[in-house]
C-alpha cells in the first residue's frame, strides 16, 4: 500500500510541476461548445478524470473480493463450529479400560 502511494505522490507531482510550467490559456472545443480557459485547468481535470475513470473500473473487483473475504469468513465460522462440536463429542465418551478382558 505505502509503494502505491508513493507511486502516485510521484504521479502526482509530475503531473503538477507539467502544469504550472504551460501556463498559457487555450481554446477549449467540445461538440458545438467552446471556451478559453488555463492550460492548467485542462490538464488537472483530464488527470482527474483518468483517476475516476481508473476507481470506477476497480469497483467490481472491489465488491467481488469483499463478497468473497465474507463468505470465506463465514465458512471458517462455521468449520471452527464443527471443531468445537466434535471435541465436545469426542471428550464426553469414556474411553474403556483395556487391561480388564477375561
Same mark, same amino acid.
Not at 485542462?42 to 488527470?47: G, L, R, T, W
Not at 478524470?49 to 463465514?74: C, I, Q
Not at 462455521?78 to 465436545?88: F, T, V
Given at each position: 500500500?505505502?509503494?502505491? #502511494?508513493?507511486?502516485?505522490?510521484? &504521479?502526482?507531482? #509530475? ?10 490559456? !487555450?481554446?477549449?472545443?467540445? &461538440? ?19 483517476? #475516476?475513470?481508473?476507481? #470506477?473500473?476497480?469497483? /467490481? ?21 464443527? !471443531? ?10 469414556? /474411553?474403556? /479400560? ?5
Amino acid at each position: 500500500m505505502k509503494a502505491v #502511494l508513493i507511486v502516485l505522490v510521484v &504521479l502526482l507531482a #509530475l503531473v503538477a510541476a507539467f502544469a504550472v510550467q504551460n501556463p498559457g490559456v !487555450i481554446v477549449v472545443r467540445f &461538440l458545438t461548445f467552446s471556451g478559453y480557459t488555463s492550460l492548467l485547468v485542462v490538464i488537472v481535470a483530464s488527470f482527474a478524470a483518468g483517476v #475516476l475513470s481508473v476507481g #470506477l473500473a476497480g469497483l /467490481p473487483g472491489f465488491f467481488r473480493r469483499r463478497s468473497e473475504a465474507a463468505a470465506a469468513a463465514k465458512r471458517i465460522r462455521e468449520l471452527e463450529a464443527e !471443531i468445537g462440536n466434535l471435541k465436545k463429542t469426542v471428550a464426553g465418551t469414556t /474411553p474403556s /479400560p483395556k487391561g480388564n478382558a477375561q
